[in-house]
């Protein structure tokens, strides 16, 4: 069973900064990407940014330049930095592990963490 906890969201007003932290836990082999989606009310669930495992990173085009993702592979742990924030960041924030167990490999999600950013 692998566990994924979230922490760092909250209020901010419209170009202020905060930072998300994730931590992965429990029985897996090894983790490969780990990322952040969020969901907007009445909206589908969107990519946020993805950091493999080596450090490639990839960004939605709509955070690019804005947020900076990150990773500590020896805390299971993954960053996203966000600078410059919109009301259109405001949602909830979900982290996404993808984990070995055994031979197979699986998606675990936390259970979000809100951003809600005012004008």
């Known amino acids: 069973q692998v566990q994924v906890v979230e922490s760092g969201g909250g209020w901010v007003q419209a170009g202020g900064s905060l930072r998300l932290s994730c931590a992965a836990s429990?029985?897996?082999?090894?983790?490969?990407?780990m990322g952040w989606f969020r969901q907007a009310p009445g909206k589908q669930r969107e990519r946020v940014a993805i950091?493999?495992?080596?450090?490639?990173?990839n960004y939605a085009d709509s955070v690019r330049g804005r947020f900076t993702i990150s990773r500590d592979n020896a805390k299971n742990t993954v960053y996203l930095q966000m600078n410059s924030l919109k009301p259109e960041d405001t949602a909830v924030y979900y982290c996404?592990?993808?984990?070995?167990?055994?031979?197979?490999?699986?998606?675990?999600w936390g259970q979000g963490t809100q951003v809600t950013v005012s004008s």
């Open positions: 996404n592990t993808v984990a070995r167990v055994g031979t197979t490999t699986y998606n675990y």
């Open positions: 429990g029985s897996f082999f090894s983790i490969n990407a």
């Open positions: 950091i493999e495992s080596g450090g490639n990173t």
